[in-house]
């Protein structure tokens, strides 16, 4: 009986030893492989930790290489900005004293211009004065003289109205105040002027031979012959002021007869005696 129950009891004894026998080992591996997992993970944690610094330190050389690079670049943009800013004052200071200039030109040029008026002014007057001279100095050698017809011989009129003589062939006309196409002296200057006319006619108990020396359609004098026959003459004359432009001409009266041929009987004639 006691043996019964002693060789069972030894076999849960040796059982539990062996169980924790068991037991022991494999938590002793357990640990062995724990401890080396461990030492495994430390070592893989170092090489990691020294690969790690290793690029840290690339990584820093990169950007200590590429601050001084950017240190350097910033310095020449600098040294450009510093030369682009003495440029920029220099180009100021030129712009300045060009704008100087140019205000002291434009300055000039207003007074050239100014002074330019007025020499143009006093030109003009000059000019005007010298032109009052010229017409003074050629009014001075004026003069005219005019006869009845160009060529041939006849006789103007009788009319039964009074008409203007035109003078046409012209002897003398220095000034060109007398107009051959018209029979008008017009006065270029306020002066004195001599007139004379001659006219020239033949006999007849109808048609006398008169004519009038008009100025500006005032009757001034007139010369008057009536023979029954034969040739017959008369003349007269007269001084006159005339202001500029007034007109000089003769006129014969109505129902008169003129006679005029290459002999030059009929004339009228003026010229200047003096400006006023």
């Keep these: 009986m006691e043996m019964k129950m002693f060789f069972p009891l030894l076999l849960l004894v040796c059982s539990v030893s062996t169980a924790e026998l068991q037991a022991q080992s494999d938590n002793d591996i357990l640990s062995h492989v724990r401890q080396t997992e461990g030492q495994v993970g430390e ?49 100021n200071q030129r712009y300045q004293v060009q704008e100087t200039e140019v205000k002291k030109l434009q300055d000039q040029n207003q007074a050239q211009a100014a002074e330019l008026a007025a020499v143009k002014v006093k030109a003009n007057m000059t000019g005007n004065q010298v032109e009052a001279l010229k017409r003074e100095a050629e009014a001075k050698r004026l003069v ?10 006849s006789h103007t009129g009788p009319f039964n109205t009074h008409i203007n003589l035109i003078l046409r062939n012209v002897v ?10 018209t029979g008008l002296f017009t006065a270029p200057v306020r002066g004195v002027y001599h007139f004379e006319f001659h006219i020239y006619g033949h006999g007849s108990s109808s048609n006398p031979t008169s004519a009038v020396l008009v100025k500006n359609e005032e009757h001034i004098c007139a010369s008057y012959t009536s023979h029954p026959a034969g040739g017959q003459k008369a003349s007269n004359g007269v001084s006159l002021l005339l202001e500029i432009g007034d007109v000089v001409f003769l006129r014969m009266w109505a129902n008169s007869r003129i006679y005029d041929n290459t002999d030059r ?10 400006t006023m």
């Design 144 to 153: 005219f003289s005019a006869s009845l017809v160009t060529s041939g011989a």
């Design 43 to 91: 070592a893989e944690s170092v090489t990691e930790q020294q690969t790690c610094t290793q690029d840290i330190n690339a990584v820093l050389r990169e950007m200590s290489a590429w601050v001084a690079a950017l240190k350097v670049e910033v310095q020449h943009l600098q040294r450009d900005n510093e030369v682009k800013t003495t440029e920029l004052q220099s180009l």
């Design 172 to 181: 003398t006309n220095i000034g060109n105040a007398y107009n051959p196409n």
């Design 265 to 274: 009987h009929t004339t009228f004639s003026g010229h200047l005696l003096f």
